[in-house]
């Protein structure tokens, strides 16, 4: 009877050591509340708030930044990136055109941008941007790629450049073919 008794204690215990849940397996707080790297953030600024913005709004961001008013930009630039990203960004006005060139600090990674230019074509936009791109070597004098985003939200590649400056983007864009 007394190994019936120890091996009905031995069941119990058994039992009881199955059915007692594990611990959870705890992410460290740091690994919860990690952030997404800033070159990501800038890329879904660049490339995803500022084109919803600019079809969606009914004209009203770019005639916010037609009128030299940079808030609405840099609030969600500092809210998304970081304060130091949105205090370097700025604008420029290109009247006879109607259009706005945004300059954003220099891109550290592929795909952000060095500026978006928007312009109005009557009551719809067009939307460019000159983003940082690979290098091959060398030899290879590329230094960004023209793109554009749709109202649809088709993104578009115009192919790789190699200048650099703010007025040859602008010409390349809004002066070539007239």
């Known amino acids: 009877m007394k190994s019936l008794s120890v091996f009905l204690v031995f069941v119990f215990l058994l039992a009881g050591c199955s059915s007692t849940p594990e611990p959870e397996e705890r992410i460290p707080r740091e690994a919860e509340s990690?952030?997404?790297?800033?070159?990501?953030?800038?890329?879904?600024?660049?490339?995803?708030?500022?084109?919803?913005?600019?079809?969606?709004?009914?004209?009203?961001?770019?005639?916010?930044?037609?009128?030299?008013?940079?808030?609405?930009?840099?609030?969600?630039?500092?809210?998304?990136?970081?304060?130091?990203?949105?205090?370097?960004?700025?604008?420029?006005?290109?009247?006879?055109?109607?259009?706005?060139?945004?300059?954003?600090?220099?891109?550290?990674?592929?795909?952000?941008?060095?500026?978006?230019?928007?312009?109005?074509?009557?009551d719809s936009f067009s939307f460019y941007t000159y983003e940082k791109t690979m290098s091959f070597g060398d030899e290879d004098h590329v230094v960004g790629v023209i793109g554009s985003w749709s109202s649809d939200g088709t993104h578009a590649n115009m192919g790789p450049r190699t200048y650099r400056a703010s007025s040859d983007f602008i010409a390349d864009v809004l002066y070539k073919d007239g």
Request: glycine share 4%; hydrophobic share 40%; charged share 20%.
């Open 34 to 122: 990690q952030e997404l790297p800033e070159h990501r953030k800038v890329y879904f600024l660049q490339h995803r708030v500022l084109p919803e913005w600019t079809f969606d709004t009914n004209g009203q961001f770019f005639a916010d930044l037609y009128q030299g008013d940079l808030t609405k930009l840099k609030g969600v630039a500092t809210e998304v990136v970081s304060p130091s990203y949105a205090s370097a960004i700025s604008s420029e006005v290109i009247a006879e055109k109607d259009a706005v060139l945004i300059v954003f600090p220099e891109p550290k990674m592929m795909a952000n941008c060095f500026y978006v230019l928007i312009r109005k074509n009557g």
